[in-house]
């Protein structure tokens, strides 16, 4: 190795702080090893909006014309761990319009570790992740996506079990003893000490071969030249009754909101709340939501006056973005067994916050 | 009965040559009545020495009923550019304009008014920039735009000042340009002293200009678009390179319309982009912008009287720069002088933004000629006849001693042309004593 | 966390709402936040302006985060202004409009034309921009600023509108400094209204109350004139709390008295919903801190810093005549006091 990449793809603003965090203390451990190192944060992602996938990278290089060159990207080449700091990113991410919504292991370098925070099981995992044509590493460090806000960091040991894992599976880009020794040096030493052996003890990697996992739908998007592009920086306006055709923005959640038709007193305020505009009527007054144009901010199920009736699930657990409202009205057992299915496999619905 | 009035109650144009009436009307008031003749629709002022009074004979002439426009008195520069450029964006024909620190204060504006293609005219009363607080000419306002996509023109007389504003429509308002302009004019010389001026009649304008059509950028209920969105490294070169094509192509519409122009107003065929007097076999030759204009080519009529080769070169249109013009001007040329009213610190030779394009644009020919860089006329001193005979001679003088690299000098500047002590950082004013 | 009670929550929106026009114009695909209020503001103005209406938005999260990347969430024709210029761009849009129509250049017929802005933009950087949109009464224009209480596009800083003591990225809370944003928020709409008799509509209102939002923003289209809408809108990213929040924080804030829900049309002044009734004496102010404690940006608040914010609201509703709007708590008629 000359120069390697750890990509850490996270939630925005959520876990900016966490992704800050695992970048800078990978390149000051890789200094233990006289190994030179700087981090990205990938520039288009700022302005940072909460809940859209975001990347940062350590870059660490032996010599320092690797690293210069690595420097002056985006997103620097030879990624060889990409860390996913919440489950349901593997699902994949639109970061921005144009784009469409890419794999999560686009950019991952062959034979290099795609490292999950999870509570899944590599099976599960591999339904979501696009298969590659060369092998790869999924490595899954058990636990809860940790989120933070901008002005609150949640010290809960994520970053320096996440950094654990990464020595696990990239020990030649930085070691665990390196890791180790730049903790000691500061605050809580061995409180970090104890979450980098976490980290590293508990992350379980599965060798995946070339051509396994889910089928990969993406295509790299071509962008139009000047001569094609509209004079006067001018576009089209949305047609009426349609959306955004290029951008969708249902990789931003991780919950969805789950309703239950059968409970709904079409009061109307979900469809009023939502600043995302995806309520649909339905001829029989309730609100289908179109899953293609949903954050997950859970505004509707903070908001709906009947408990339980829209409830917020684990993104993890769907395959679809089609609206539901037509399999209940084709049968409503159904629906509800669908609905009772996923709440199952979701281990419940996220928690209500309750009335102010 | 004022001029403003007189414009309108004109006698009828007659038919052949220099159509329309006559009257003796400042830079301003000139425009104003272009601006009359175009029918523009929006225009917002803001006070500052010396271009408003273009704004103060507009409002005049709505107020009286001879013009139907919006005029509004912005509560800034930014603010008064805004509004031309989103005037603009609905489908308006727009005018605004300013002058020195004014100028420079909408400079945000200026620059989306650009990059959105916006074809927004602005009249530039060339002024000195703060501090101190000086009205006088220096050209460095309009200047501060030149890489921005705005076509720029200095004019020399009342007379150029009216039809370039017709042409300056013509052109920015044309499909393959559409880009804002900015007509450049001197303080007090142009803005403050009456010229006789032939005023066109309306209906050859109106021929001569067609109306404005921003077709499917107009920004308007039918025409659902969203202009200006957001974007970053993966678009914005795309977008600036169809500025600079839009820039290129305004070449081949000023000669187009150049020629029109002369057709339609019964006016002396000339080039669209240089006014160059006596070049024919010029051994010498002096280039400026604006008002200098006047008196170089007294001064090169002086010269020729006495037997010297020389000529004069004024630039018209400054933003596209005249390359291929001044290559072929100057190409047997032996040495150049360019008076540059403006300063660019730190530049080149030390000298002004002129001298540098100038040279640029000479580069690539085979045989170059000595050019001599001289700074003149800030904050509005004036350039006199002699001032241009003590350029040319020095000019003559630095070709003979074969010197490449000319030092830049200061004309009618008191003191000495240079001072060693002044140069190491002592202040020789405390060291003599001072005058105060 | 306790089990929710099976109740509809006393909000202003549910006893209010009616039959809304379903048809958005401002629709899905835009790059904000999570749980972003503001961009729910974006749909309501649209909503109830409907399409003969032209929308200038000067730059900030609602020009960024919406027409974001070369693509568009506007069904309506939307034109980027710059930072200060929501006011002269709705001046040079209203004014071309005029001029094309009075000649017979495009047809005559009336064309909603809203310039928005935010707090950075417009309460600070646009002021005068603002004032002189509202002084001149020959244009009909909406200026409609979204209230999200920071320069939140750049990442959150303060701005002359952001409250007291909060945390920004320009105003951080640090060792030797637990607070370092020492300005009470500035009222706008009150500051507009007093100072431009001849503004024709002001108005406060909150993302929180749809219905007040729009009969507010469709009041100011129907005048002839310039008018002004603020609207106080939750911004999860910069106030730093989970967006499932977004709404009630909004509703709370008026609960708490910190927001205003007023208008004054043709110089007649009047409070809306929970507002009013807490001016009638009906209704009790929650306690502020039931709102502070639920956001990061306040997170650093000492218990006497929740004491002075409390005690300058307490003012503005006890001691100001006009609670909430303007602080004129002495008149040369005798001492005021909304309340006696
Ligand atoms: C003249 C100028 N200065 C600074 C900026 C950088 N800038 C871009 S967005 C923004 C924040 C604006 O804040 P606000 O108006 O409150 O809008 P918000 O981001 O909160 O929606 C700033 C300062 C700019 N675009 N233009
Ligand atoms: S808020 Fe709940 S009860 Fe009201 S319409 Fe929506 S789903 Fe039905
Ligand atoms: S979670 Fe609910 S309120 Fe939020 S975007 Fe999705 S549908 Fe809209
Ligand atoms: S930062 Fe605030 S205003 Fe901006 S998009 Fe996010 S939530 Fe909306
Ligand atoms: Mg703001």
Redesign the pocket.
């Known amino acids: 190795m000359s120069v390697g990449a750890v990509d850490i793809t996270y939630r925005g603003i959520f876990q900016k702080n966490l992704a800050g965090v695992i970048t800078k203390e990978l390149v000051k451990a890789a200094r233990h090893e006289d190994k030179i190192g700087g981090t990205v944060q990938r520039y288009g992602d700022s302005p940072e909006r909460n809940g859209i996938p975001a990347k940062q990278f350590s870059v660490i290089a032996d010599d320092a014309d690797s690293l210069r060159v690595e420097m002056t990207k985006y997103e620097p080449s030879n990624v060889v761990v990409v860390a996913v700091m919440d489950d349901t990113l593997t699902k994949g991410v639109e970061s921005w319009a144009w784009y469409g919504v890419r794999p999560i292991n686009l950019n991952l370098a062959p034979g290099g570790t795609l490292l999950v925070i999870s509570r899944r099981s590599a099976e599960e995992l591999l339904e979501l992740i696009p298969r590659r044509e060369y092998a790869w590493n999924l490595a899954i460090l058990p636990g809860e996506p940790s989120f933070g806000g901008l002005w609150v960091y949640n010290d809960d040991g994520t970053d320096y079990r996440t950094m654990g894992a990464v020595s696990r599976v990239a020990g030649d880009l930085v070691s665990l003893d390196s890791l180790l020794a730049q903790a000691a040096s500061g605050q809580d030493g061995e409180l970090r000490a104890e979450q980098l052996r976490e980290g590293h003890d508990s992350v379980r990697a599965y060798p995946v071969d070339a051509g396994v996992g889910a089928e990969d739908t993406y295509e790299p998007v071509e962008m139009p030249g000047w001569t094609q592009m509209r004079e006067g920086l001018v576009i089209p306006a949305v047609p009426v009754g349609e959306t955004n055709p290029l951008f969708k923005k249902y990789t931003t959640r991780t919950a969805r909101p789950l309703v239950k038709f059968d409970a709904c007193v079409k009061c109307q305020i979900c469809y009023t709340v939502c600043p995302d505009e995806c309520f649909i009527p339905t001829p029989e007054g309730h609100w289908d939501i179109r899953y293609e144009s949903c954050c997950g901010c859970g505004i509707c199920a903070q908001s709906c006056p009947v408990t339980g009736c829209i409830e917020m699930v684990d993104e993890a657990v769907f395959d679809s973005n089609e609206p539901l409202h037509g399999v209940y009205e084709n049968n409503r057992e159904e629906y509800e067994e669908l609905r009772q299915d996923k709440l199952a496999k979701a281990g419940g619905p996220i928690p209500h916050y309750g009335i102010f | 009965m004022t001029a403003t009035e007189q414009a309108t109650s004109g006698t009828p144009a007659p038919a052949g040559h220099e159509a329309g009436h006559e009257e003796i009307i400042t830079g301003c008031d000139a425009v104003a009545q272009a601006l009359r003749l175009l029918d523009v629709d929006v225009l917002a002022g803001y006070p500052i020495r010396p271009y408003d009074s273009v704004m103060s004979a507009v409002s005049k002439m709505i107020a009286n009923g001879q013009m139907d426009a919006e005029f509004i008195v912005a509560e800034s520069e930014h603010s008064q550019f805004e509004i031309g450029k989103h005037a603009s964006l609905v489908g308006a024909r727009a005018f605004i304009g300013s002058a020195g620190v004014g100028w420079m204060y909408g400079m ?1 504006a200026l620059v989306v008014t650009a990059s959105l293609r916006l074809p927004v005219i602005a009249l530039v009363g060339n002024r000195a920039l703060d501090d101190p607080g000086a009205f006088g000419v220096e050209h460095n306002d309009a200047l501060m735009v030149r890489d921005t996509g705005w076509l720029l023109y200095w004019v020399e007389s009342a007379q150029e000042a009216l039809d370039t504003t017709l042409l300056a429509y013509r052109v920015a308002e044309d499909k393959r340009v559409m880009l804002p302009c900015a007509l450049s004019m001197d303080g007090a010389f142009l803005t403050h002293s009456q010229h006789i001026v032939r005023v066109p009649d309306e209906e050859r304008v109106s021929r001569f200009v067609p109306p404005y059509d921003l077709g499917d950028r107009r920004f308007h209920p039918d025409n659902p678009v969203s202009i200006a969105p957001q974007f970053n490294e993966d678009w914005v070169m795309e977008a600036r390179r169809q500025s600079d094509a839009a820039m290129r192509r305004a070449r081949t519409v000023i000669g187009e319309a150049t020629a029109d122009f002369q057709r339609l107003f019964g006016r002396e065929p000339e080039d669209p982009f240089v006014d160059a007097y006596r070049m024919e076999d010029a051994e010498y030759a002096l280039i400026g912008m604006g008002t200098v204009g006047m008196v170089g080519k007294v001064a090169v009529d002086r010269m020729r009287a006495a037997g010297k080769k020389v000529g004069f070169v004024r630039v018209k249109w400054f933003r596209p720069f005249p390359r291929p013009e001044l290559r072929a001007l100057l190409r047997n040329v032996k040495g150049v002088g360019i008076v540059d009213r403006d300063y660019s610190f730190g530049s080149s030779s030390h000298a002004g933004v002129l001298y540098t394009e100038v040279t640029a644009a000479l580069y690539p020919e085979p045989r170059r000629p000595v050019v001599a860089p001289f700074i003149a006329g800030l904050g509005g001193r004036e350039v006199s006849v002699e001032n241009m005979l003590e350029m040319e001679d020095s000019v003559e003088r630095v070709t003979a001693a074969g010197e490449l690299d000319p030092t830049c000098q200061w004309i009618g500047v008191r003191g000495p042309a240079t001072d060693p002590r002044y140069e190491q950082g002592e202040n020789p004013r405390t060291a003599e004593g001072g005058a105060r | 966390m306790a089990a929710p009670e099976l109740t509809v929550p006393d909000l202003e929106i549910n006893r209010r709402i009616t039959i809304l026009p379903l048809q958005e114009y401002y629709t899905s695909g835009h790059r904000t936040c999570q749980g972003c209020e ?1 961009a729910l503001v974006m749909r309501y103005m649209a909503k109830v302006a409907g399409p003969r209406t032209l929308v200038t938005g ?8 919406n027409t974001s990347y070369n693509s568009t969430p506007w069904s309506l024709p939307w034109a980027h202004t ?3 210029s929501s006011g002269s761009s709705a001046i040079g849009t209203s004014a071309a409009l005029k001029a094309l129509m009075r000649k017979g250049k495009i047809p005559d017929e009336r064309i909603n034309v809203i310039a928005f ?9 646009g002021l005068a921009t603002l004032s002189a949109a509202m002084q001149d009464t020959r244009y009909n224009l909406l200026i409609l600023l ?9 990442d959150i ?1 303060a ?1 002359g ?1 952001t409250p007291w003591g909060a945390v920004t990225a320009f105003t951080p809370s640090g060792k030797r400094q637990r607070i370092t944003h020492h300005r009470w928020k500035k009222n706008v709409p009150a500051l507009l209204m007093a100072g431009h008799p001849t503004g024709r509509y002001f108005a406060n209102t909150s993302s929180g109350f749809g219905m007040d939002l729009m009969e507010k923003v469709r009041t100011a289209l129907d005048m002839d004139g310039p008018t002004f809408v603020q609207t106080h809108d939750p ?1 999860p990213k ?1 106030w730093d709390y989970d967006p499932r929040m977004s709404h009630e924080l909004a509703v709370m804030a008026v609960e708490c008295g910190i927001t205003v829900l007023w208008d004054c049309l043709e110089g007649e002044l009047r409070y809306q919903g929970i507002s009013r009734q807490q001016v009638e004496g009906k209704l009790r102010r929650r306690p502020v801190a039931d709102y502070l404690r639920r956001q990061g940006r306040f997170a650093h608040f000492a218990d006497e810093d929740i004491d002075f914010f409390q005690s300058r609201i307490d003012e503005m509703w006890e001691d100001w005549i006009l609670p909430g709007v303007l602080r004129v708590n002495q008149t040369p008629f005798g001492p005021g006091g909304s309340r006696g």
């Open positions: 945000e | 503001s000067t730059t900030g999260c609602m020009y960024v985060a710059q930072l200060g802005c935010s707090d950075g933009g417009g309460g600070d950087m979204y209230d999200n209480e920071s320069y939140a596009n750049t800083q701005s509108m911004c910069g």
